[in-house]
């Protein structure tokens, strides 16, 4: 459909009033919202991930077509509610304790909500016992930490302990992902998974809920 193309290009290029506008248009034409959400944003994002991973594209273009799929999705949002459209799942996501950095944890819940799922964003500094009670409180399928300094990665296997000692360990996937994390470390921790960039690391988010 004419709708569903002109939404799914206008994200791809990073043009914010073009995707409300498209979005809005779509909507008054009578397309169905999940099939702007599963035919034209998600994707639309999945294009530009593969073209980020090709070397085509870099953080700057990826950051702009998340955000005109973001601001596409506050006008779908709405429309979604009472329709038969579920999300592929809920991922909790946050910077790790004594770290301020967002970039990339941002960059990682944008392609996240990209490709389909229903993120909780617990932001920055974030205690293990606040992801413990965020995991408790919303059921998620799986935890994504971030940290961008060695001194601050060390909070992830105190996170890993903490969600042990509540009985969740088995109830949830944790993945990490930031600058000096390492697949290595990932294993050493016993996460579930690493990836290096926000792209992969939302296909690893589907490959363990079992959506890829």
């Known amino acids: 459909m004419a709708d569903l193309e002109t939404l799914k290009k206008a994200v791809e290029a990073g043009k914010r009033k073009d995707a409300e506008a498209a979005a809005t248009a779509a909507l008054a034409a009578g397309v169905a919202p999940g099939d702007l959400v599963s035919k034209a944003l998600i994707p639309a994002m999945a294009s530009v991930g593969e073209k980020f991973q090709k070397g085509e594209a870099f953080v700057p273009e990826m950051l702009v077509s998340a955000k005109a799929m973001k601001a596409a999705m506050e006008i779908i949002r709405p429309k979604l509610v009472g329709t038969s459209y579920q999300p592929l799942g809920k991922i909790i996501i946050g910077t790790v304790r004594g770290d301020l950095h967002d970039i990339g944890k941002n960059l990682v819940k944008m392609m996240m909500e990209g490709a389909g799922f229903e993120v ?34 060390l909070s992830m296997p105190e996170t890993i302990k ?8 088995e109830k949830v996937k944790v993945i990490i992902g930031g600058a000096p994390i390492t697949d290595s470390f990932s294993k050493e921790i016993g996460a579930d998974g690493y990836k290096p960039d926000a792209f992969s690391a939302a296909t690893l988010a589907k490959e363990l809920v079992g959506k890829k």
């Open 162 to 169: 903490a969600l042990k000692g509540a009985g969740l360990r």
């Open 120 to 153: 909780v964003d617990l932001g920055v500094n974030v205690e293990p016992e606040k992801f413990v009670e965020a995991v408790k409180q919303h059921s998620p399928q799986v935890l994504a930490m971030s940290a961008l300094l060695t001194t601050t990665m």
